[in-house]
C-alpha cells in the first residue's frame, strides 16, 4: 500500500468513522489486528505489519482467531475496547498512520491513547502509546541490541523512525531527476522506488514510462503525481497486467502495462477485495506447503516399509530353498561330518551336527512356507499406501481453492490419523471432530455422451460404488495415480471409439502422467471394477480389462 492509496483509505476512515466505539479486537494473525466499531453502523478496521502485505482499511472478511488471543491482543482488549476513535492521521507522502482514541469513563486507565500504524515493510509495526506519548505495548519489541535506529519496548517514549535517505516526492528537485534518469530507461523506475520515498512499484512504472523521453519530462510526470496527491486525484481500483497478475491500485495505470482496470468506488472496498484474495491465496499456500510435507513425512515412511517388506520377501525366497538343501544333506548324511562349512554349495555351521544342519533347514523351509502368504499380504497393501499417497500428491497439485486442498488434508487425516492422544476437553468437544470429505465428482458432456470425472479419491469411489451401472465404461491411466472415468453407456448401445478416445485423454489429464504421451489406459466395463476389504479411498480392483493408448 504505497503513499497515494493509503491517503485515500485514512481520509475515508475519517469521513466514515468518526467517534466509533472500539467494541471487541481480534487478532487473526501473528501480525494484524482488527477492531470491531460501532459507529453508523457495525464496522471492522484491519490493520496489518506483515512485511509483504502491511496495510490499514475496512473489511468485510473475517477470518479464524487462534484458541487464545497473542499477549498484543490481550493488552488491546483490556486497554482499548470501550474507548471511541477521536481521529486520523497520516504522515504526507508517507506510509505512517496514527489513530487516536478517548475515553469518557471516569474509571478508564488512559483518557488518551494512540495507536501507530508504521507501513514500512520489513519495519513495520503497530505501537500503541498513551496520551503522554509514552509506548504501553507494541505488537513487536525492537530491543537496542536488534536496531541502532530505534528502540520500540513498553515504558520509553514513542519515537519515529528517521526519515529515509530518500527524497520525499514535493522535494524532488531536477538535479534529482537527472540523476535518476542516468540508470537508463530500464533501471529508472527502480530508481525511482530507491530514491523517492512513498512511491510504489506500479507508480514508478508509469512515471517512468510517461516521462522516458527526458529528465524535463521525468521532472513534470512527477509534479503532477505530487499535485494529484495534494487535491486527492485519485480513482482507486485493481488493474490487471498481460501476465493475468493483479495489483491495487490508486488510479489507473495504463503506461505501466495495466491494460485492464476494475475501477472501485472506495478505496477501502479496493484494498480489501484485493487483499482479500491476495490473503487467501497465501492461506492456501501455507495450508498447501503444510499438507505436502505430511505427505512427504507419511510417503517416506511407507517406501521405507516396503524396502523393508521386500527385504524379507528375499529372505523368504532363501527360506523356500531349505526343502531342497535339506533333502540332499539327508540323502548324503554318510558323507557329512561335524566341523564342515558346506556342501556342495549348501553352507553349514560347523558347531552343528549333520542331522542338526539337516533339520536346521527343513525348519527354515517351514517357517518360510508359513510366512510367505503373510509377507506377500503385508507387501500388497504396504503397496497400496504407497500408491494412495502417491494419489493424493496429485490431487494436492491439481486443487486450486482451499475447500480442495482442504479436502486433500481431510482425506490424509481419515487414512493416516495422528498418533497424539487427544486431551480429555478435546475428547469432548465435538466440535472437533473431523468432518467427512464431500466428494467432487465432474461431469463433462461429449457427443452426447456423459463423462464421470473424480476429482478426489472419495469421488472416485462414489463413481464406482453409486454413480456406475454394470454396463458402464471404467478408465483409469495404468499403473499411475490419478481419476477415475466413467463414461455412462446408453441400454443396447455401443460407446463409439472418439468417446473412449477423449475418456482416455480426460483419465490421463486428470493423472500424474499429465503431459506425457503414449500413456496406457486401463478399459473396463464397470461390473469388472470393485472395491475390496479394506481398500483405501479409491483403491479398486479390475477382474477383466483391455487396454487404450492415449498419444
Not at 89 to 107: C, E, L, M, N, Q
Not at 147 to 161: A, D, F, H, M
Not at 242 to 251: A, Q, T, V, Y
Not at 434 to 459: C, D, M, S, T, W
Request: glycine share 8%; net charge positive.
Amino acid at each position: 500500500m504505497d503513499a497515494f492509496l493509503l491517503k485515500q483509505v485514512i481520509a475515508e476512515l475519517a469521513a466514515e468513522i468518526p467517534g466509533a466505539l472500539v467494541s471487541k479486537v481480534h487478532q487473526p494473525g501473528e501480525k494484524e489486528i482488527v477492531l470491531e466499531l460501532w459507529g453508523r453502523g457495525e464496522h471492522r478496521l484491519l490493520l496489518s505489519a506483515d512485511p509483504e502485505l502491511c496495510r490499514i482499511h475496512l473489511t468485510t472478511r473475517r477470518t479464524p482467531n487462534p484458541p487464545s488471543p497473542p499477549r498484543f491482543c490481550q493488552f488491546l482488549r483490556k486497554h482499548l475496547e470501550g474507548m471511541r476513535i477521536a481521529g486520523f492521521s497520516v504522515a504526507p507522502f508517507d506510509r505512517s498512520v496514527r489513530i487516536d482514541f478517548v475515553s469518557g469513563r471516569p474509571d478508564a486507565e488512559h483518557a488518551k491513547t494512540s495507536l501507530y500504524a508504521e507501513l514500512f515493510g520489513r519495519h513495520a509495526n503497530l505501537i500503541y502509546v498513551d496520551g503522554g506519548g509514552t509506548i504501553l505495548e507494541p505488537l513487536r519489541t525492537v530491543s537496542d541490541e536488534e536496531s541502532r535506529v530505534r528502540e520500540v519496548v513498553p515504558g520509553i517514549p514513542y519515537r519515529p523512525l528517521p526519515r529515509p535517505a530518500r527524497v520525499f516526492l514535493p522535494d524532488v528537485t531536477r538535479d534529482d531527476v537527472t540523476r535518476i534518469f542516468t540508470s537508463g530507461w530500464e533501471g529508472i523506475p527502480k530508481a525511482l522506488q530507491e530514491n523517492v520515498a512513498g512511491i510504489g512499484r506500479e507508480v514508478a512504472y508509469e512515471a517512468a514510462t510517461r516521462g522516458q523521453k527526458n529528465p524535463d519530462a521525468l521532472y513534470e510526470v512527477l509534479r503532477g503525481l505530487v499535485r494529484r496527491y495534494e487535491e486527492s486525484d485519485f480513482s482507486p481500483g485493481i488493474g490487471t497486467l498481460s501476465s493475468g497478475k493483479r495489483r491495487i491500485l490508486p488510479f489507473p495505470c495504463p503506461a505501466a502495462g495495466f491494460a485492464d482496470f476494475l475501477p472501485f468506488p472506495t478505496a477501502n472496498a479496493a484494498a480489501d477485495a484485493f487483499y482479500a484474495e491476495v490473503a487467501q491465496a497465501r492461506e492456501i499456500a501455507v495450508l498447501r506447503q503444510q499438507v505436502k510435507s505430511r505427505i512427504a513425512a507419511i510417503l517416506k515412511k511407507e517406501r521405507h516399509k516396503l524396502e523393508n517388506v521386500g527385504g524379507d520377501e528375499e529372505r523368504l525366497v532363501e527360506g523356500l530353498q531349505g526343502t531342497a538343501r535339506g533333502e540332499t544333506l539327508k540323502e548324503n548324511l554318510g558323507l557329512l561330518k561335524k566341523g564342515m562349512d558346506s556342501f556342495r554349495n549348501i553352507p553349514l555351521d560347523p558347531a552343528k551336527t549333520p542331522v542338526e544342519n539337516m533339520n536346521r533347514y527343513f525348519r527354515l523351509a517351514r517357517k518360510a512356507k508359513g510366512a510367505t502368504e503373510i509377507v506377500r499380504k503385508r507387501k500388497r497393501e504396504v503397496a497400496e499406501s504407497v500408491y494412495y499417497l502417491e494419489s493424493l500428491e496429485g490431487q494436492l497439485e491439481d486443487a486450486r481453492t482451499r475447500d480442495d486442498v482442504a479436502a486433500v488434508r481431510q482425506e490424509l487425516s481419515s487414512s493416516f490419523p495422528s498418533r497424539v492422544k487427544p486431551s480429555a476437553k478435546k475428547k469432548r468437544a465435538r466440535k472437533d471432530a473431523p468432518r467427512p470429505v464431500i466428494p467432487q465428482v465432474e461431469k463433462v458432456a461429449f457427443r452426447g455422451y456423459a463423462i464421470l470425472v473424480g476429482r478426489n479419491n472419495v469421488g472416485n469411489d462414489k463413481i464406482v460404488k453409486e454413480l456406475s451401472a454394470p454396463d458402464d465404461l471404467w478408465l483409469h491411466a495404468q499403473g499411475i495415480p490419478g481419476s477415475h472415468v466413467l463414461v455412462k453407456r446408453p441400454a443396447g448401445k455401443e460407446v463409439p471409439r472418439e468417446v473412449i478416445e477423449e475418456a482416455a485423454r480426460l483419465a490421463v489429464f486428470h493423472s500424474k502422467a499429465k503431459g506425457s504421451s503414449n500413456v496406457p489406459v486401463f478399459l473396463a466395463e464397470a461390473r469388472h471394477v470393485s472395491k475390496f476389504r479394506g481398500a483405501k479411498p479409491g483403491l479398486v480392483r479390475i477382474a477383466k480389462h483391455s487396454t487404450v493408448s492415449v498419444r
